[in-house]
Every structure is written in C-alpha cells, then in structure tokens.
C-alpha cells in the first residue's frame, strides 16, 4: 500500500510542479489537500490551498484551488475565493477585462485566448463564509467556446485586476453539464454522487 501511496504522490507531484510554473499561489496559503476525481470522464486532480493562518479555512471559506488533468497536466480551473476581493471598489470595464484575460490565458495556456470566440462580458458573483456570514464577491465574467472541441470557459476578474476564477473545456448542454470541482457549495451539497 505505501507503494501505492508513493507512485499516487510523484504522480500528483509533478502534475503540481507542472501548474506552478502557470500559476502563482496567493502570499499566505499553503497546500491542504489533493484529491483524484473524475470531470466529464477524465482523470483530474484537485489541489486546495487555504490560508496558513488558519483562518476562515474549510468548505465555504476562502481558498486558492485549481484542476488539473492527470494526463498532460492540462490546467481546467483556478478559483480564488478571498473576502478581500469583497472590498474592492468598482468592477474592471469590458475593455480593462479583456486585456487582464488575455494576459492570464496566455499565462496558463498560451494560444487559448486566439483559438476561442468571445461570447460576452458581465457581472458575475460569488459568495463565501467568514465568521458566519456569507459575503458576496463580485467580479467580470469573460465567456467563451472554445469552437473545435464545442466546449464552454469563462474567466471571472475581480475589481483591481485579480483573475478569481477560471474554467475550460466545460461541457454545456442548455446549462452546465461539467463537474464543478472547485464550487464549494456543489461539494458540500454532494451533488457529485447523485450522478
């Protein structure tokens, strides 16, 4: 079994290795778990970051968790949940948004952005828990589809230009189909085993 184990963490390893020189972790988080799932069919890991501290950790509270698959390291989402980012002033225009995605999605996966069509730009909000009360983040949803596979993403960028979300390659059908790994509240709800 500890054979298993040791294979399982060089696996995870170097999928992790391989998204940190994509991602940055937030100043003040470190790794608190990494789990195996399945998302539309494929082999992917989670990897949930929360504050050092302590604080405001677990389901609902703020966390920095991103997807990866386990064949090719693809990263499929970032969520960044931070009561910070509820502080935040006004929402980035349409055109301050499109530049802060193009800049992330050349970052993670560099084409992504030229390959997609731009669907639309809106509001979009989040809601998390600290010291019992929900807060509600709000940031600028860029959406797109992604024409060659049929699949949906989207990036949401909070006020000030911080990407706190990220998603592609969902699969969409009147709404979406794809798991929603990095979504506390779909979690929590254990709506993953009803399907």
Not at 2 to 31: C, D, K, M
Not at 70 to 82: R, S, T
Not at 158 to 174: S, T
Request: charged share 25%.
């Amino acid at each position: 079994m500890s054979a298993f184990r040791n294979v399982a963490q060089s696996w995870h390893q170097e999928a992790l290795s391989h998204a940190l020189t994509r991602l940055s972790i937030p100043q003040g988080y470190e790794l608190k778990n990494t789990s195996s799932v399945m998302q539309d069919n494929d082999a992917v890991w989670v990897f949930r970051y929360e504050k050092s501290s302590g604080e405001n950790n677990g389901l609902g509270g703020e966390h920095f968790s991103f997807t990866v698959t386990q064949v090719g390291f693809k990263i499929l989402g970032v969520m960044w949940m931070n009561q910070d980012f509820a502080e935040g002033g006004p929402l980035p225009t349409e055109a301050q948004t499109r530049k802060v995605v193009q800049k992330f999605l050349q970052q993670v996966e560099p084409g992504l952005f030229e390959s997609v069509e731009h669907r639309w730009i809106r509001p979009k909000e989040f809601t998390l828990a600290s010291d019992g009360k929900k807060i509600t983040l709000a940031g600028m949803r860029y959406k797109f589809h992604i024409p060659a596979e049929n699949k949906r993403g989207w990036v949401v960028v909070a006020p000030g230009g911080e990407v706190i979300a990220f998603e592609q390659d969902m699969l969409w059908n009147d709404g979406r189909i794809s798991e929603k790994w990095l979504h506390d509240d779909w979690v929590a709800s254990g709506a993953q085993n009803a399907r």
